[in-house]
């Protein structure tokens, strides 16, 4: 027979181990947040702007060098969808962005994802890029904002 406080002691031990396993999982069961000022926020942000010469994009379209187009970041691209999701349904696929830099601006449309992007960073065709920045400049900071 088990003492009165070896009972005691694996009552104890059964509730810290239960409380530490509903934490755990109550953690787990949460969807994953995407950053903030995803599609339809009023906000602006600030990143890296780079060019890259568009084909197939992750939303199912053929762009070329000289369309108004963009990569949003891969990070704003997957927390917009559901995990598992067709990536040609991404609902920021057709989206507007208002890039600026300085006094120029150019009003681009997602149709990609850029994987080595950070969350603020875009990544637009040559063309786009051109109303911005010299090509030769490779990699500059640019404001932009969601237009619709």
Known sequence: MLSRRTICILIGGAAI???????GLSMGLHPKRPPSGNSGSSSSFTGDLTFYAPGLGACGTHSTAADAI????????DAAAPSGANPNLNPLCGKQIRATRGSRSVLV????????????DIDLSPSA??????EEEGRVKVRWAWAD
């Open 109 to 120: 449309t997602v149709v990609d994802r850029c994987q080595g992007c950070e969350a603020d």
């Open 129 to 134: 890029f051109g109303k911005l920045a010299d």
């Open 17 to 23: 181990l239960a409380t530490a396993l509903g934490v």
């Open 70 to 77: 963009c990569a949003i970041s891969h990070i704003r691209y």
